[in-house]
């Protein structure tokens, strides 16, 4: 096979020729060959990722580069303790990245083997059913009904042979098939003789011959796209990367200071190096990186219970600083089911309920009173519906699911909610004849034999416009009277009016023949036509979706919709769901035409584009992203995969989604619901809120430990704390805190306060001024309590100053669940993990103080009640003091609450 070669230009017998096949397709020998030369016919995915490299991903941060040196420089002074201590963390931060990111791996290479397919080709002439990676070029696929195009292959034969085509070019309505010769620059989305990898057979049956497998395939193309576009890191991996580095120099430059002023002041060069590697622990919070891998599994945890996979850890907080949310429509904002939502019959217009392919829904008149009994012509357009049909509904589990055409299957629903039942319809009028629905004619008609009758019927549903030049007559009251000009302008207004909802209009009309009528044709049908009414349906929004905009916009995000639809179509649903803005609906034109600071604004403005192209969505992407947004894009289609990968974060569905979207997006929702992005901005949001909470009470604790012994050397105090001491009070006292404050529960204002800037630093301005506030207060009482401790010496001392630092602790681990609100606003106990880490860390001190083996290993000595009494007295200061600085709203004010 060739790629150069215009397959949909050249006759069916040159095709044939130049893939060396026949219209009985390969033997199996040939076959087999191929497949060998060919390879098997799959999409190459990302590479996969091997136990090491998940391993090596974990310890490929700075903060752990920075740890490692600590430990090193510990080995060499001969601090074991001290670096097995930080080993430890090593190992727990790097085993709590690497199970979390492999169960994720998991959990999407199940969703893979879920999708494996199988397909009908012709192989020594009999129809074989194979898998479809075995499909080798040359082989002709046998197509019918439900199937799914196992490779891109020109059609040998067709018979009204309908594909769905919305996964490929975001067309929501099935695509009529034929076979023939179409002009060499004749779009991909019209040639109307090809059929394309992924989609979906949704009517008739037909046979084509694979003209490209794999890669080559246009599905193969886009996933080759997007395996070429570069992953970017997201903004917490750039916060994390500049704070380690940020650290990392204070902390070199720190501990060269200290090793400097202790070599002025006689130390030994053994002691002055313990003491700058103690500086240097003080710089680095060893803690950080395991509470950050906690803190995120925690946080994925809990959207995998809210049915999503998170493929990249540090991936789910991008959602917490997104300003924009890029959407497709079919499948992701609507339910890709088409649902009649009102009828004409009768001279009446009548409204139905329910969503999709489940029967559950109400028929109202135009005054809102439900419909008790069925009017004759309402009934009579509702058995056209169901008789001249070929789809079927099926349930799967709580889903409902349809084969075949999907406005044939909206007809069968639409039946269902009224009462009727399709089996005993199909025993009363048994099928005849049918003359198949075509693109030319725009008509389907069946013939049935009324049982007991000698009455013959053709029921016909087509296009309104087609059926109204067929029709004499329209029923009213039961009954046919002639379809006169002013009828007839009354039923074209009413089709107009449908037609401005963008709905999608059918008519359904019938005619009686002789009992002697066995066979109908299209003459038979275009004329003498009694007109029984109108459905208009539409591919409906979810529910869940038009909330999930609603708080999407709350939340100050951006939502807008790209699709390849119509453009009249992707305004109705964009104003049902509360997408569209002031702006008028912009084409693949408009993109073209405009620079991207220009399309940027014009996607906020109007926030709806149709008839685009996967190339005018990465277009759109990097114009938003240009301008300093953090775009997210969900989707489910192949024609998404380039903008799921090129954006902040993609967000694919894992049922209806195809496998390039999937391996494209960072989070795959199983259940395919648009409501669970919001809860995934929500919980981005949390995450994002308890790491600054984590950072801000970490580099405080080490700040204030810094500040301490920078202090104590330059005026001459004995240094108050030891390296292993810093350890314990970084690793034990910070660590029992640091994790409850990591999973500190949604406090109500989240979705209320407007997205972070993406280039905000972690730590901020109101974090930085409350640790220059409250850290000398922790260094001043620490100092304090040591040199009113110092005359019942050294070691007695420390133990204060020790004791001190870590109650410190205790009080500001409260004072970190808020930047502005008080403890008592948002409730003492109502992070009780909290609560049982501070009580764990009391514990954890007291036995350090108290016990010999603690004694031993820190150096330490038993306290006094007065001791503790001082300790606590001191420390609390720091609670009291932020606690006014929140009273009088100097960190800021929370956004008043609704009611």
Known sequence: MSSEIPWHTIETDECLDRLNSTEDGLNSDRARRRLEEQGRNTLETEEGVSTLKLLVHQVHNPLIYLLVGAAVLSLLVGKYIDAGVIAGVIVLNSLLGFFQEWRAEGALAALRRMGALRTRVLRNGEPTDIEASEVVGGDVLLLETGDRVAADARLLSADELQVDESALTGESQPVGKQPGQVDEDTPMADRKNMVWMSTNVTGGRGRAVVVHVGMQTQMGQIAGEVRTTTREKTPLQKRMHTLGIVLGLVGIGLAGLVLVLELLRGYSIVEAIMFSVAIAVSAIPEGLPAVISVTLALGVRRMADRHAIIRHMPTVETLGSTTVICSDKTGTITRNQMTVRKLWAGGNIYELTGEGYRPEGTLYTADCQPVQQLPAALETLLQVGVLNNNAHLHQEGDQWRAEG????????????????????????????????????????????????????????????????????????????????????????????????????????????????????????????????????????????????????????????????????????????????????????????????????????????????????????????????????????????????????????????????????????????????????????????????????????????????????????????????????????????????????PKHWDVLKQPPRNPRESILNRVLIRRMALLTPVMAAGTLLLFRMSRPDGLEHARTVAFTTLAAFQWFQAFNARSHYQSVFSIGVFSNRWLVGGVGLAILLQVFVVHTSLGQTLFGVTALSAIDWLWIVLTSSSIWIADELLKLLGVHGRPPKKSD
């Open 405 to 744: 055409n999907p406005s044939e299957a909206a007809l069968l629903t639409a039946a269902r909610k009224a009462g009727l039942d399709r089996d005993a319809l199909q025993r009363e009028r048994e099928r005849l004849h049918e003359v198949p629905f075509s693109s030319e004619r725009k008509y389907m008609a069946t013939l049935h034999q009324q049982k007991d009758s000698d009455k013959r019927l053709a029921f016909i549903k087509g296009a309104p416009d087609q059926l109204l030049n067929f029709c004499s007559q329209v029923l009213i009251d039961g009954r046919a009277v002639d379809l006169d000009a002013e009828r007839k302008q009354t039923i074209e207004n009413t089709i107009g009016e449908f037609a401005t909802d963008a709905l999608r209009i059918m008519a359904g009309a019938f005619r009686e023949f002789p009992s002697d009528k066995d066979r109908i044709t299209p003459d038979d049908i275009e004329e003498g036509l009694t007109l029984v009414g109108l459905w208009a349906m539409i591919d409906p929004p979810r529910e869940e979706s038009i909330q999930a905009v609603n708080d999407a916009k709350e939340a100050g995000i951006h939502p807008v919709m790209i699709t390849g639809d119509h453009a009249a179509t992707a305004l109705a649903i964009a104003r049902k769901v509360g997408i569209a803005g002031d702006g008028e609906v912009l084409s693949g034109k408009d993109i073209d035409a405009m620079d991207k600071p220009d399309l940027a604004g014009a996607a906020l403005k109007s926030g709806v584009f149709a008839r685009v192209s996967p190339a005018h969505k990465l277009k759109i992407m990097e114009a938003l992203r240009e301008q300093g947004h953090v775009v997210a894009m969900t989707g489910d289609g192949v024609n998404d995969a380039p903008a799921l990968k090129g954006a902040d974060i993609g967000v694919a569905m894992g049922g209806a989604g195809t496998e390039v979207a999937k391996e494209a997006a960072d989070m795959v929702l199983t259940d395919d619901n648009f409501a669970t992005i919001i809860h995934a901005v929500e919980e981005g949001r949390v995450i994002f809120g308890n790491l600054r909470r984590v950072v801000y009470f970490l580099v405080t604790t080490n700040l204030g430990e810094i500040l301490t012994m920078i202090v104590a050397l330059i005026i001459g105090m004995d240094l108050p704390l030891t390296a292993v001491m810093i350890l314990w009070v970084n690793l034990a006292t910070d660590g029992a805190c640091t994790i409850p404050l990591g999973v500190e």
